[in-house]
């Protein structure tokens, strides 16, 4: 039960970035997008990902390597359509 109960979690904290990426590819703006913001969450699923390693939990590593990926695309984003002046 609380397994699912934590891959429900997973899926929904992983996937939380990606309405964000679709706007910022959509209306090629970043203004409104905090750097810092999507760094701090970067680091965090960096740590949330070791804790995860050292836990043994495939749920908590998986959800934040996805949700690593899913950060970096959007930091890649937001550098781009900044320097291209969005």
Known sequence: MWYV???????LTTFGFVPQIIKMR???CVKDIS?????QFLIGVT???IYGI????????????V????LAIAIALYLY???MGG
């Open 5 to 11: 109960v934590g891959a429900i979690a997973a899926l």
């Open 26 to 28: 959509r209306t090629r």
């Open 35 to 39: 750097l810092m913001t999507l760094g």
């Open 47 to 49: 740590i949330w990902g």
């Open 54 to 65: 050292h836990l043994g939990d495939v749920v908590i590593i998986s959800a934040n390597i």
């Open 67 to 70: 949700s690593f990926i899913i």
């Open 81 to 83: 359509y900044r320097r």
